[in-house]
């Protein structure tokens, strides 16, 4: 089964994992989130998400959500698993990319289920206006 870690500004992460498992079911084991905080120190938070990728990496793949690209919950998590061949990162998480890789991650390969929550995730952003209703009228 494949391990997730959720690093994310806040208490957004938190959140949202409690929104998907509310959808698709608890998830008692590995799963991971981690806030980022200003008011813990940038070492601190880089040794907490090197302790998590240890703690989670296995030999079916860990998957690191940050919340955007170039924040710093990505910033400190890319160079943890850089070095890591079974970690892949995904940024710009959303409910819909937590929900699919919940439902997914013991039936699918890592590289499979990465592509996969890119797609899911795309897909739920829309303008629903022109992509619901526009084929209605």
Not at 71 to 89: D, W
Not at 91 to 111: C, E, I, Q
Not at 114 to 129: N, T, Y
Request: hydrophobic share 45%; proline share 4%.
């Amino acid at each position: 089964m494949i391990n997730f870690l959720i690093v994310t500004h806040g208490e957004f992460g938190a959140y949202l994992t409690e929104a998907a498992e509310s959808i698709v079911g608890r998830q008692d084991e590995g799963v991971k989130v981690l806030s980022i905080s200003p008011r813990v120190a940038v070492a601190e938070l880089r040794e907490r998400i090197r302790r998590a990728v240890t703690e989670l990496s296995c030999d079916d793949g860990l998957i690191l959500f940050t919340d955007m690209p170039g924040g710093t919950p990505s910033n400190l998590a890319f160079p943890v698993l850089r070095s890591l061949p079974r970690v892949e990162m995904v940024t710009g998480v959303n409910l819909y990319m937590l929900v699919s890789a919940f439902s997914h991650r013991s039936d699918t390969k890592l590289a499979d289920l990465v592509e996969k929550i890119l797609a899911d995730g795309q897909k739920s952003v829309c303008d629903v206006r022109r992509r619901f209703l526009a084929r209605a009228g």
